[in-house]
């Protein structure tokens, strides 16, 4: 038997006996009554046996009723009793029609930020989703990234000098005598190298037969000279390219002569000679220059005639090379993909067609530039991305070719759909969930004074700034108004600038 039938019938066994007490209770009272009327009243046995059968099932029977209304009324009455922790916690039931709508604007409010939350976990699965994808395939190229570590390291020995080439320029009509000294350098590495300056170290010559330099010991010594626009050519070598520098270094009339005098085995000496080597996370290595010139080989040093065959004579170097090439494409495909990844995102664009700027007055002594601008967002990616706010600003070009900001920022702006809607949630942001959105039309404003409006010219353009989320910088565009008159009379076109 079920609770709720076992409940029901102890309720109904202890209705029915407290009714057959009460009925026995009432039928010696009906007993004694019938006694007394039948001796006053003078009635027959019969008549007063009647009387009292009736008299006893009418009392019963309300005594019966009686106390089954009384126990369910006391049986009601004491479930109704609600204590004050019950009341208090039931106490939305007596809460006033504003109380009730703040607690329903307060589960919209919950709602919507719940909405945003799964929005931004889609998200952020997503770019985690792809972000593991990418780091397992690129796990595979994990021993080319070692292989530019080791690059990395013997930097200094992937640098190979093929050619050093000195030309002097000794002669009597040369006011200031000098030597250029032309470096060329083969990259073998998978990285490109700068040279940067200052070039340190010195080159010393040695002349032949001159056993005693006594005379010219500080003669004999030439300091390198810095690195600059106009004494170096190519200070960049591309991996796996050729490249050189050259170095000016200025003579005065005594060692000119002291050189141009030298014969046979006379020689330049770079040992000393310090040129620094830098790239992606090379600092400062230093170039090997043990090489000598002598005036014998015409001031010239050569490993090989022609760069690309410099090594040829080792089979297993020259394979290194082949290697290293298809490992440098590899990288580089590599660079690119991780270029697009690392990339901008989100982006817009500007209908410049349909975009007008007009000038009105805004009241007393005010007016107003409202720029009517057509753009719509696009997107590379599956991520559902957002666009936080546009603001435009408004700037001037200078004589000196720098731009100046007049208004940082747009004073008010108001936004519609491509069909002229008016969107009232612009604060909301923009989601973008396509590669290419809808276009929309915001309206932004500048408040300005009359006789800054009378100022306006072809060196004042406007700039509008879009703020997404998840992208530190933010993405702009410039763009000229055509015409400041007809701005002021109706409104005048757009045109984008590079």
């Known amino acids: 038997m079920s609770q709720p039938t076992k409940t029901a019938a102890r309720w109904f066994a202890r209705t029915v006996a407290g009714g057959i007490i009460e009925g026995v209770a009432f039928l010696v009272a009906a007993a004694l009554f019938i006694a007394v009327w039948t001796s006053l009243k003078g009635l027959s046995l019969p008549q007063a046996i009647l ?18 209304a009384y126990r369910r009324l006391t049986k009601k009455e004491k479930n109704t009793v609600i204590s004050g922790e019950q009341l208090k916690s039931d106490s939305r039931v007596y809460m006033s029609v504003e109380e009730k709508q703040t607690l329903l604007d307060e589960r919209k409010e919950a709602n919507q930020k719940l909405l945003e939350i799964a929005v931004q976990k889609e998200v952020v699965d997503k770019d985690l989703a792809s972000a593991i994808s990418e780091r397992d395939r690129l796990a595979q190229y994990k021993w080319l990234y070692a292989e530019a570590e080791k690059d990395k390291q013997n930097i200094e020995h992937l640098i190979k000098i093929f050619i050093i080439d000195a030309q002097p320029h000794l002669e009597d009509d040369v006011p200031n005598p000098f030597i250029d000294f032309r470096f060329g350098l083969f990259n073998l590495s998978l990285y490109d190298i700068s040279i940067t300056n ?21 003669n004999a010594v030439l ?7 106009h004494d170096v050519s190519s200070p ?8 050189g520098i050259r170095i000016r270094q200025w003579l005065t009339p005594k060692e000119a002569e002291y050189i141009a005098a030298s014969v046979g085995k006379s020689a330049f000496w770079f040992h000393e000679l310090r040129i620094r080597l830098n790239g992606e996370g090379i600092i400062d290595k230093r170039l090997y220059t043990g090489q000598i010139v002598t005036k014998a080989d015409n001031w010239t040093w050569r490993s090989y005639s022609d760069p690309s065959t410099c090594f040829a004579y080792d089979t297993k170097l020259g394979f290194e090379v082949r290697e290293r090439t298809t490992l440098l ?8 993909q991780i270029k697009v ?4 995102k989100l982006w817009f664009s500007i209908k410049a067609k349909t975009s007008r700027v007009r000038i009105d007055g805004y009241g007393g002594q005010t007016r107003r530039i409202e720029a009517n601008i057509m753009l719509r967002c696009e997107k590379l990616g599956d991520s559902i991305l957002a666009v936080r706010e546009f603001h435009a600003a408004l700037l001037e070009d200078l004589p000196s070719g720098e731009k100046e900001t007049l208004i940082e920022r747009d004073h008010f702006q108001v936004l519609w759909d491509e069909k002229d809607n008016l969107i009232e949630d612009a604060e909301d942001g923009w989601i973008v969930d396509r590669p290419a959105t809808p276009y929309r039309k915001y309206q932004f404003s500048f408040v300005i004074k ?24 933010p993405v702009s565009i410039t763009f000229s108004v055509n015409n400041w008159d007809d701005a002021r009379r109706a409104d005048s076109g757009i045109t984008l600038r590079d």
């Open 51 to 68: 009387l009292a059968v009736g008299s006893t099932l009418a009392l019963s029977t309300s005594a019966l009723l009686l106390s089954t």
């Open 198 to 218: 200052p070039i340190g170290g010195y080159i010393t010559f040695m002349r032949e037969g001159k056993e005693d330099r006594d005379g010219f010991k500080e």
């Open 223 to 229: 300091k390198a000279i810095d690195l600059d626009e």
């Open 236 to 243: 960049i070598v591309p991996s796996r390219q050729a490249g």
């Open 329 to 336: 494409t590899e990288l580089e495909t590599l660079r690119s």
């Open 341 to 344: 990844l690392t990339e901008t």
């Open 450 to 473: 009359p006789e800054f409006e009378a100022s306006l010219s072809r060196e004042h353009f406007l700039r509008v700034d879009m703020f997404a989320i998840g992208q530190d910088e």
